[in-house]
């Protein structure tokens, strides 16, 4: 079974704050995502990585950095939280799209982390 | 307009009914498809995914795929209580790589 870890479930910080998000896979996927979802606006990508060292932007990176120092490790940062960050926080991870190959390129969620700023 | 549209719903069935959740999407070479359910408080979990037009049957669940007119529907047969839950339907395009777009989801809640 694909498993997608997340380093807390529920986290409280205070505005200014840095916060470090964590995500751990262990099916060997190449790709992984973070997205935020809130009431009303759906599942937002907000930054995506397809290798080490590798990241995209998605539609809503501002206010975000993230890193990719391993395989299996996808980490996404608030530099200084504001309360405007307040959000369940998901990543997922899938197999690379190949033109010609595995076509079986579905994303699996993790738990999520339920981040309150205050 | 969106490149993933859903019902918001709420969609409510009767216990034992089939429940029809049904999804638009913008860009026509867009060759993956997918069904997510969301129970509240949790995070999405794949039901099915489905690549060609037609039927994928598994289960109580059929998903359905029409390219020419850009939909994609889920079907749940005998519906149960335990399926109230939101669906996200997601898309892969055909030139984004590996992201998907997804929509805002439908709320379908079964009544026993």
């Known amino acids: 079974d694909v498993k997608v870890t997340q380093s807390s479930r529920y986290l409280v910080k205070r505005t200014g704050e840095k916060v470090f998000l964590e995500c751990v896979q262990d099916?060997?996927?190449?790709?992984m995502f973070w997205y935020r979802q809130d009431p009303g606006l759906g599942l937002r990508l907000i930054y995506f990585s397809y290798d080490v060292k590798m990241k995209e932007k998605g539609d809503i990176p501002e206010g975000y950095s993230v890193s990719r120092e391993k395989k299996e490790r996808f980490s996404l940062i608030l530099e200084s939280a504001s309360t405007n960050q307040t959000s369940m926080y998901l990543c997922a991870s899938s197999f690379l799209q190949q033109p010609r190959g595995r076509r079986s390129y579905e994303q699996y969620f993790g738990p999520g982390t339920r981040l309150t700023v205050t | 307009q969106k490149e993933v549209e859903q019902n918001s719903g709420p969609l409510s069935v009767p216990e034992g009914a089939i429940a029809s959740l049904n999804c638009t999407y913008s860009d026509r070479g867009s060759q993956s498809f997918f069904w997510y359910r969301q129970y509240s408080g949790k995070s999405p979990e794949l039901i099915m995914f489905i690549y060609s037009n037609g039927d994928k049957e598994d289960g109580r669940f059929t998903a359905q795929l029409n390219k020419a007119s850009q939909y994609v529907s889920l079907l749940i047969r005998d519906s149960q209580p335990s399926d109230s839950a939101t669906y996200l339907c997601?898309?892969?395009?055909?030139?984004?790589?590996?992201?998907?777009?997804f929509g805002t989801g439908t709320s379908l809640t079964v009544i026993p």
């Open positions: 099916m060997d996927h190449e790709n």
């Open positions: 997601a898309v892969a395009p055909s030139n984004t790589g590996n992201q998907f777009y």
